[in-house]
Nanobody
């Protein structure tokens, strides 16, 4: 059974940092593009960033966030710094199957990703 499980969310004060993890199991994700999305209350889910299988960040939110991955551990990370209340959301990781070509525009869309986690809540207090 393919699973993506996010962890590391919680309550943090504005200006603080959090590191989210996404542990993948059930298949090999080392060649997949891994993405992070977030959904704030009352808003649509939006892309935070994505990382290629080789570890290149495709883009990140205003440079405050960094995505990394450990293919040996089948784990992807989202390091979030200088958090603001506007970053409050449920954060999801997702996997876009490897072996395909994806443009950055394509990776902004949820449809590019086949596997999804259930999300972890991040709340930033002012």
């Amino acid at each position: 059974q393919v699973q993506l499980v996010e962890s590391g969310g919680g309550l943090v004060q504005a200006g603080g940092s959090l590191r989210l993890s996404c542990a993948a199991s059930g298949r090999t994700f080392s060649k997949d593009v891994m993405g992070w999305f977030r959904q704030a209350p009352g808003k649509e889910r939006e892309v935070v960033g994505a990382i290629s299988w080789s570890g290149i960040n495709i883009y990140s939110v205003k440079g405050r966030f960094t995505i990394s991955r450990d293919n040996a551990r089948n784990t992807v990370y989202l390091q979030m710094n200088s958090l603001t209340p506007e970053d409050t959301a449920v954060y999801y990781c997702a996997a876009a199957p490897g072996g395909l070509s994806y443009s950055p525009d394509r990776l902004e869309t949820m449809s590019a990703y086949r596997y999804w986690g259930l999300g972890t809540q991040v709340t930033v207090s002012s």
